[in-house]
């Protein structure tokens, strides 16, 4: 964890919270037809700022197509390793796209090593136009794979910023407010492993360390394995069990800049101790590279002050990156 985020992580815990023992499950069904969407938006401003987390079910996405693209997943994670290496991360400049393996990228790093490995994908470009865009690269072994991931890309793009406005009408923002903030949003579609783990297990490797997601929002598809973990304020790992037909949502650190840590970008990691393989796709939308992020007026007070300085969303999640990935952080 970088120190600014260690030192930040007391002070975030301490702050006026109710605890939680469970992550809250929203039905945003309300939200997506219109017909009740001040309801959806109080049960979303509860859950982000006590715990950063939620379930949304009756999302809008067929669970059968989400199955479809854990199965392609597997298939490539199942790849012989050199045709995984052929397609690494590293070849991509900084468009970020490829193949991650394990130990690539510690997002925790000085304290745990991470066992998972990752596949990256993103908005399509031709060439590489800078910083997350650029070309994706597909396995050709796969040739289900490109049609799948993309799709469902697409579709979580859709979703998001459909979350986005929910978000945006739990802060009293009208719900437009993120859109000229996402014209063009650096996203990454990402698919991940996590081999289980066994007998004594430390902070030094786990599946994934301790860390807050780096963007505005996070949808994550997890499989039945379970692992996930999500602090409360009383410092305890609650359990981000899977629950069949929802996903999880979580807000990085832009949306605790953006509210001034009114909303909680809060601190998670994976632990696999199930025995078996555990797969999960998330999904990350951002800004716009150079959308500046700072607090909203509304959430700065004489009890709240302005806790951050703008920075623009590139450069922070670069920034990010280039301490948890290997292959940067060593270059
Ligand atoms: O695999 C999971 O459940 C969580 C993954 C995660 O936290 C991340 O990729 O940022
Ligand atoms: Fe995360």
Redesign the pocket.
């Known amino acids: 964890m970088p120190k600014d985020l260690a030192a930040r992580l007391d002070d975030r815990l301490r702050a006026k919270r109710e605890s939680f023992d469970k992550i809250p499950v929203v039905d945003i069904a309300p939200l997506l037809d219109g017909s009740n969407k001040q309801r959806v938006a109080k049960e979303i401003r509860w859950a982000l700022m006590n715990t950063g987390f939620m379930y949304v079910k009756n999302h809008g996405i067929p669970q059968d197509f989400v199955d479809s693209v854990f199965e392609v997943s597997r298939r490539f994670f199942d790849l012989p390793t050199w045709q995984k290496m052929a397609l690494h991360i590293g070849k991509s400049d900084v468009a970020l796209r490829g193949y991650i393996e394990p130990f690539g990228e510690n997002?925790d790093p000085g304290k745990t090593k991470d066992l998972?490995e990752?596949f990256d994908i993103g908005p399509e470009c031709s060439t590489v136009e800078g910083p997350f865009f650029g070309p994706n690269q597909w396995p050709s072994s796969l040739p289900e794979f490109r049609e799948l991931t993309y799709g469902y890309h697409q579709r979580m793009v859709d979703l998001a910023k459909k979350l986005l406005k929910g978000i945006a009408l739990s802060l009293d923002l009208t719900e437009s407010y993120f859109e000229s903030l996402t014209r063009n949003p650096i996203s990454i579609q990402?698919l991940?492993h996590?081999p289980p783990q066994s007998g004594y297990i430390g902070e030094d490797i786990i599946?994934?360390g301790a860390?807050t997601?780096y963007g505005n929002l996070?949808v994550?598809a997890?499989d039945d394995v379970g692992?996930?973990q999500v602090m409360n304020r009383d410092r305890i790992w609650v359990e981000?069990m899977p629950i069949y037909g929802t996903f999880?949502i979580?807000i990085g650190d832009l949306i605790q800049r953006l509210t001034n840590d009114v909303y909680l970008a809060n601190m998670?990691?994976?632990v696999n101790t199930s025995g078996r393989e555990?797969y999960?796709i998330?999904f990350?939308i951002d800004a716009d590279f150079n959308a500046s992020i700072e607090p909203l007026p509304s959430c700065v007070t004489n009890s709240n002050p302005a806790r951050y300085r703008p920075v623009t969303c590139g450069q922070h999640k670069f920034g990010r990156f280039a301490v948890s990935y290997t292959h940067l952080s060593k270059a």
Do not use: E, M
Request: hydrophobic share 30%.
């Open positions: 997002t998972k990752c990402r991940l996590y599946g994934i860390h997601d996070t994550l997890q692992g996930l981000g999880i979580n998670h990691r994976v555990r999960s998330p990350f």
